[in-house]
């Protein structure tokens, strides 16, 4: 108990502690949609393409994550675009967008004179450097996004599930998509420093199979994805930092682990329905 | 009779290219109008037009009626099957005109309503369950509470027989033929045979519509309509009215 009584003495350990609840509460939410909706691979897009942002950020001078804000949403309406005006098809235009992004921000790194130091936490996340600020940022994102999703969760459930029974009940489709598709954006930003480019996608995809072993309803696969998600970042930030091995990677190693447990467990003791 | 929507010489399609071409129609109250054709000829074009999904080309659509009292049922390889949401969602999501806001509402009557539908198809007791564990017989009828929520004043549904075994077939129509009662209904079908023992009217869609007045139709008019289909039914489903053009003096019954 001691251990953990000099870990939260620690300035940068309760700031890790309380990134890992902020990211859990909005990538747990977010993510249910992504996951329910189908569009892992957009959001694949959206995180990559937010690259580019850094490296024009770090170019420019100003906050790399206002660039990725910026690169993930232009991506997120780029790829809607394409797609349905351009007559791209849908999985093309993302890579499309996912490529450009990222070419744009290496030239812009190469661009950038000296040594962009802490580039790497950037692409393999960093959370037990994330600062007060990002942490202001992360607490309004997720009040955010439990406000919009408790607000509308009924007209949020009916466009995810049959979009256009939705359109024929005179709900705003076009409207909602574009506003979630920048809360996406949004959350895979504000959630970079944590787990990194590279490895967000896990933190919106894994704890919510988890919670889908437990539960076919999408209320309650948002409420167990963030528990799930909380757990496992927890766990592994205490592991990264016992074992000093990098945080992110420890993170996700942790949701896989424990996805695979509740999936054992729930067949060993047959919770959970059948699969279709 | 009301009438509840018109269409006027119109034409509708995807990108260039045009799937329905120069059709006229009207449905008033109290219409049963089979939709049959072809694979590819546009039947489900011709309901998307209607329930302005698709905008059409040219030529004019005039509703008579507010676009939510049109009950809808789509095509069940349309749904994603393993979204998580319980049957009782579903259902109530045919309500969701009321307001962006509904979340908030106590809504007593709404789930009132959704659950006498429920218990209306005998599935009242599997609404906690997810869509996913269902047969297709029962997400068939958990689509038509959906599309009954509005008290519908004119009632689409898309192959509602797909995937459902002959019984529910069967039961599925007659409760069509007890529901025309109090409202319109378009149904499309590409099995002319079953439908045309229930439907008032037929329309032929293949790309031009063809309507025409009554439920018997003989090949010989299906080929001038130029509507290409086998007439051919199976099972134990009533039994057609389809004359053949060597029978003209009698019905037909077709195996």
Known sequence: ?276 | MKKLLEIKNLSAGYDNNIVLEDISMEVFAGDFIGVIGPNGGGKTTLIKTILGLIKPTSGELIMHTSKTNIGYLPQVNQIDKRFPISVFDVVRSGKAKTSIFSSFHKNTEEKEKAESLLDEMGILAIRHKSIGELSGGQMQRVFLCRALMNQPELLVLDEPSTYVDNNFEGELYLKLKELNEQMAIILISHDVGTISFFVKTIACVNRNLHYHPSNIITEEQLTSYNCPLQIITHGNIPHTVLKLHDEHEHHGHIH
């Open chain 1, 1 to 276: 108990m001691d251990i953990f009584i000099e870990l939260f003495s620690y300035d940068f350990f309760v700031n890790a502690f309380l990134a890992s609840v902020l990211a859990a509460i909005s990538c747990g939410i977010i993510g249910t949609y992504i996951v329910s909706r189908r569009i892992v691979f957009i959001s694949g897009g959206i995180t990559h393409a937010s690259f580019g942002g850094i490296g024009m950020g770090y170019y420019m001078g100003i906050n790399p994550l206002l660039g990725a804000a910026i690169f993930s949403i232009l991506s997120g309406m780029g790829i809607q675009l394409f797609s349905s005006k351009g007559k791209v098809r849908e999985d093309s235009s993302i890579a499309i967008w996912w490529s450009l992004g990222m070419a744009i921000g290496i030239i812009f790194v190469y661009l950038t004179p000296g040594y962009a130091p802490n580039l790497m936490s950037y692409l393999f996340g960093s959370i037990l450097t994330v600062s007060t600020g990002e942490l202001w940022l992360m607490l309004a994102l997720s009040i955010l996004i439990i406000s919009f999703f408790t607000f509308f969760y009924r007209t949020i459930l009916y466009i995810s599930f049959d979009e256009d029974f939705a359109k024929t009940s005179d709900l705003p489709v076009d409207r909602f998509n574009y506003l979630l598709m920048i809360l996406i954006s949004l959350t895979i930003v504000l959630n970079i420093r944590v787990v990194g480019i590279i490895l967000i996608l896990s933190l919106l995809t894994i704890p919510q199979a988890t919670a889908n072993v437990l539960t076919r309803e999408f209320g309650k696969m948002m409420f167990y994805s963030v528990g799930f998600a909380f757990l496992a970042s927890f766990i592994g930030l205490l592991i990264s930092y016992f074992a000093d091995i990098p945080s992110g990677a420890t993170i996700i190693f942790t949701q896989v682990i424990l996805f695979g447990l509740v999936k054992l467990l729930a067949f060993s003791f047959k919770i959970g329905q059948k699969a279709p």
